[in-house]
């Protein structure tokens, strides 16, 4: 089992950057395969980035790809988000998940933990 904590969120403006942090504690961190989704009010959740085990492949949503860099390192047990180039769209809460098996990355219901998810706001 792991256990998720998002963090860095905030007021960003438009072009603006951010990190999100996702810290994780379990000593089988490095056998998860990690995700970030996001979700704006009275949308549904979306699928923003997700990474392999040993962070050797990462997939993007098309809209944030070129801007958002996603990275793990499973020495301290944490998953990154780098968010450049923010637009007022990317306003969402961002959540960090954790799935044993990545049938399919861009799917929530592939992933088997959630952290409580960071607010992201970004005005124009």
């Known amino acids: 089992q792991v256990q998720l904590v998002e963090s860095g969120g905030g007021l960003v403006q438009a072009g603006g950057s951010l990190r999100l942090s996702c810290a994780a504690s379990?000593?089988?961190?490095?056998?998860?395969?990690l995700g970030w989704f996001r979700q704006a009010p009275g949308k549904e959740r979306e699928f923003v980035a997700a990474?392999?085990?040993?962070?050797?492949?990462?997939y993007y949503a098309d809209s944030v790809k070129g801007r958002f860099t996603s990275s793990r390192d499973n020495a301290k047990n944490t998953l990154s988000l780098q968010m450049n180039g923010l637009k007022p769209e990317d306003t969402a809460v961002y959540y960090c998940?954790?799935?044993?098996?990545?049938?399919?990355?861009?799917?929530?219901?592939?992933?088997?933990?959630w952290g409580q998810g960071t607010q992201v706001t970004v005005s124009s």
């Open positions: 998940a954790a799935s044993k098996q990545l049938i399919d990355p861009r799917s929530s219901a592939t992933y088997d933990y």
């Open positions: 379990g000593r089988t961190f490095s056998s998860y395969r």
């Open positions: 990474i392999t085990w040993n962070g050797g492949t990462t």
